[in-house]
């Protein structure tokens, strides 16, 4: 048995700093109560390796902002010792960043605050229904246990997690990613239907009324919905796995409404695009172009059709940024495109 020299200890003292915890093994008799941490016998110590990247979790924190995902630390952790995080990790680089008490969050600052300490299970309750009054959509990651039950239950979105590992953070991101990706896809899906329901509706209603004669037959009407459905449907899917990057996807802003002002810009052009050329078909197209009104249905048949196409390319972007984005790359889209137009094709060579 001997002494730790100075040396000794020093080594001991920065492998603790080393993104690892040491947990040292010592006794000694006594007969108090109260252990003395001085004259312990070492017996020896294992090292856990801290698997908690500090510059990941300042890029996650990062991306969260930029993606419009506000984040607020709420903990029964001393106010102080959470201030540390929120300074090391980024999350108080605003200057309006508001660190309180769980006791000091109120109506008029709840938008501020980023980190909240010493909080009860009530003040996190409590700070979840005003963001709720003020139309935020909350969504909550925590340890379940009896108490945080009451806190998930209250957010729109309750995550329980095992334990808060570093990993928690990257689920969460993944979850905002993916979330907001089917959004868009819904979006996306949506300007082609209505477009399609809404321009064949108004072209048949309209010829109808003039000519007497519908220009499009159900079956026609259904062969087109199923091509949309079954080719546009993948294609748009396709076109999101190839075109969109981790910061692509963040940046999409969250609660848009299920059609939006672009949308519904793009459905009224398309709408009155497609009535106005096809009903002015139906009803001179036979005397302008000298063909019969067999041949002239047939075309009015195949110029609707093929306009759903472009469509389907032009949904690829709803804010018509660039069409084109990854276009080139995107094989599986061009593939689908074609098999549109192989079975347009054989649908008319059998119809």
Sequence with gaps: MQD???ETKSEFAQANNNNVNVVAFACKRTQVVELDENGLIFIG?????????????????VNLK?????????????????????????????????????????????????????????????????????????????EQ??????????????LPVVTNRPKTITYVINSIKGGRIVCENL????????????????????????????????IQLVWVNLLVTFIGGPALLITQQATRQLSDELSIRPRKQPITKGMLRNILLQVFYQTGIFVF?????SAILGITPKVNRSIVFNGFALCQPFNIFSARDLDQRNYF???????????????????????????
């Excluded at 299970?121 to 003020?134: N, V």
């Excluded at 246990?145 to 309750?158: C, I, K, Q, W």
């Excluded at 009324?209 to 159900?218: N, Y």
């Excluded at 078909?281 to 197209?285: E, I, T």
């Design 4 to 6: 730790l020299d100075d």
């Design 45 to 61: 110590m294992f090292v856990l390796e801290d698997t908690f990247n500090l510059d990941n979790m300042r890029q996650a924190i």
């Design 66 to 142: 930029e993606g419009g995902v506000k984040m607020i630390f709420a903990s029964e952790e001393d106010v102080e010792v959470l201030r540390t995080i929120g300074d090391e990790t980024g999350l108080l680089n605003s200057h309006e960043a508001l660190v309180v008490r769980g006791e000091e969050a109120t109506k008029e600052n709840v938008e501020k605050i980023c980190i909240m300490g010493n909080s009860s299970p009530a003040h996190k309750r409590f700070l979840i229904e005003q963001l709720k009054k003020r139309g935020e959509v909350v969504a909550v990651v925590g």
């Design 145 to 158: 246990t009896s108490e945080s039950n009451v806190v998930l239950e209250a957010a729109h979105f309750g």
């Design 187 to 218: 979006r996306q899906f949506i300007q082609v239907e209505v477009i399609l329901a809404i321009s064949s509706l108004s072209i048949t209603f309209i010829v109808v009324i003039v000519d007497g004669d519908a220009p499009l037959t159900f």
């Design 281 to 285: 078909l139906q009803h001179r197209g």
């Design 325 to 351: 984005k990854g276009l080139g790359q995107n094989y599986l889209f061009w593939a689908l495109s074609g098999l549109y137009l192989v079975l347009q094709f054989g649908f008319i060579e059998v119809y």
